[in-house]
């Protein structure tokens, strides 16, 4: 049981470029959830899915998009990267919603866009 | 607009003293207030929550304490060790469609022996 596993660990991108974070969780949960969180900030809210095939705005969904063609897996995309969007993002996923269920996080995915 | 606001921003405790990080919150819709623990280069990790409609709660060394009046909670770690030595966030939740939770900014503790 590998719990919420997040690739890749580090990247770097240029400003304008693309990339596709994956998140997968092994523990058929319902709930996925993608976070940012920046030097000295808490963590912002990006994207949420309750369900495959559904999903949902956050907090601070701008410049991203997201995918949960499978329940196991959620997808943050960034289409043209900006130095903005320089952080770490975590992936979260929880069988019932946050209230009824507890939260696990993936170990993150540090991102840095030149 | 911050809606969870923690303090302090970092702290320094003696071995086997007690750890104290407050948090408030504006939004009276909030209805569910978790505590995380999170160690460097790991994701956070759920460690105590409690609802507003209790006062204060216990799980072994770790004690949040709810002031609904006064809109604020606050963690306590009694006999803090080394181990302890993390970045602790609170949260609150809110129904926004979906159960969302707004994070405070974090406290970085230091337990030293």
């Known amino acids: 049981n590998a719990g919420v596993t997040q690739t890749p660990k580090f990247r770097v991108l240029k400003t304008g470029q693309s990339m596709t974070l994956l998140c997968a969780q092994d523990m058929n949960h319902e709930y996925m959830y993608w976070y940012r969180q920046d030097p000295g900030m808490g963590l912002r809210l990006i994207h949420y899915?309750?369900?495959?095939?559904?999903?949902a705005k956050g907090e601070v969904p701008d410049g991203y998009n997201v995918s949960r063609l499978k329940k196991q897996n959620f997808l943050l995309g960034l289409e043209s990267a900006a130095p903005s969007q320089t952080s770490v993002y975590f992936c979260?996923?929880?069988?019932?919603?946050?209230?009824?269920?507890?939260?696990?996080f993936g170990p993150g995915t540090r991102l840095l866009v030149l | 607009q911050q809606q969870v606001k923690q303090s302090p921003q970092s702290l320094i405790v003696q071995k086997g003293g007690i750890s104290i990080i407050n948090c408030a919150y504006e939004?009276?819709?909030?209805?569910?207030f978790p505590w995380y623990q999170q160690f460097p280069g790991k994701g956070p990790a759920l460690l105590i929550a409690i609802r507003p409609d209790v006062s204060e709660k216990k799980e072994g060394r770790f004690t949040i304490s709810f002031n609904k009046s006064a809109k604020q909670f606050s963690l306590h770690i009694m006999d803090s060790q080394p181990g302890d030595s993390a970045t602790y966030f609170c949260?609150?939740?809110?129904?926004?469609?979906?159960?969302?939770?707004?994070f405070g900014k974090g406290t970085k503790l230091s337990v030293i022996p």
């Open positions: 939004n009276t819709a909030f209805d569910y």
């Open positions: 979260a996923s929880s069988y019932l919603d946050i209230v009824q269920g507890t939260q696990y």
């Open positions: 949260a609150a939740n809110r129904w926004a469609g979906s159960y969302q939770l707004t």
């Open positions: 899915s309750v369900g495959e095939g559904t999903t």
